[in-house]
């Protein structure tokens, strides 16, 4: 069965720094784009970031863009997620999710609590 | 940046009956090389992460019940539950995977009446 599993969430205080990552298996983890994609408690959801297959292209929110940092390791199945000078309003669950060639974003990780507090 | 609309916020519906969830896009999000629009629709359980339901408007992904649809064109999108069953009450998002930043809606809420 095709997974991706999140870890490395946890509480960090307000300018603190965290590195989220996403681990695939049973699937070619290296032919498909990724994204992370995140939900404050009882909101909905916000795309956060995106990096293609072979790293060559990457975007962002504009809410996280200059303090986080995507990248991922094909050889090692994972995906990252450098997340520094972090705010309370990053408080969220951070999925991982996969786009394949259906475009949208088919196979999703169970997410990571990430909580901003002092 | 595309801005996705959906209605209603909430929705009240009777086991068996029809529901209908509205999703409109601010530009358009048609892929010209396949001439078929970029919207996906999403359900979300509770504890859960989201599970896709319809990518390319109205392609059904696999394993989904076929009592739900997608439709539409242009701007204006429709996800229908033909028959609501106990089990779909959930909350359903579309998204935009034409352009960065790829936009959600802000989410349907779906309960039984």
Not at chain 1, 46 to 74: L, Q
Not at chain 2, 15 to 42: F, M, P
């Amino acid at each position: 069965e095709m997974q991706l599993v999140e870890s490395g969430g946890g509480l960090v205080q307000p300018g603190g720094s965290l590195r989220l990552s996403c681990a695939a298996s049973e699937f070619t983890f290296s032919s498909y784009s990724m994204n992370w994609v995140r939900q404050a408690p009882g909101k909905g959801l916000e795309w956060v970031s995106y990096i293609s297959s072979s790293t060559n292209t990457i975007h962002y929110a504009d809410s996280v863009k200059g303090r986080f940092t995507i990248s991922r390791d094909n050889a090692k199945n994972s995906l990252y997620l450098q997340m520094n000078s972090l705010r309370a309003e990053d408080t969220a669950v951070y999925y991982c999710a996969t786009r394949t060639e259906k475009g949208a974003f088919d196979i999703w990780g169970q997410g990571t609590m990430v909580t901003v507090s002092s | 940046d595309i801005v996705m609309t959906q209605s209603p916020d909430s929705l009240t519906v009777s086991l068996g009956e029809r529901a209908t969830i509205n999703c409109k896009s601010s530009q358009s999000v048609l892929h010209s090389s396949k001439n078929k629009n970029s919207l996906a629709w999403y359900q979300q359980k509770p504890g859960q992460p989201p599970k896709l339901l319809i990518y390319w408007t109205s392609t059904r992904e696999s394993g989904v019940p076929d009592r739900f649809s997608g439709s539409g064109s242009g701007t204006d999108f429709t996800l229908t539950i033909s028959s609501l069953q106990a089990e779909d009450v959930a909350v359903y998002y579309c998204q935009q995977y034409y352009s960065p930043p790829y936009t959600f809606g802000q989410g349907t809420k779906l309960e039984i009446k």
